[in-house]
């Protein structure tokens, strides 16, 4: 599978989401205090993301 949402705890022992394309890490969101809430974070990605528009600030 080329893309893969990844949950993981950093250092400081939250849950974060990151994004891959293939092995590279596209994005990653901010520390979550429960992993539920870090699944709720990929699901609002996936339900808002193909509605989200683009801003071009270049």
Same mark, same amino acid.
Request: no cysteine; charged share 35%.
């Given at each position: 599978?080329?893309?893969?949402? #990844?949950? +993981? !705890?950093? %250092? ?17 969101? #901010?520390? +979550? !205090?429960? %992993? ?23």
């Amino acid at each position: 599978m080329a893309h893969k949402f #990844e949950i +993981y !705890k950093d %250092k400081k022992g939250e849950f974060r989401v990151r994004f891959k394309h293939n092995s590279e890490i596209m994005f990653s969101t #901010e520390g +979550y !205090k429960s %992993k539920s809430s870090a699944k709720n974070a990929i699901a609002s990605i996936i339900k808002n993301g193909p509605k989200a528009e683009v801003e071009d600030n270049s």
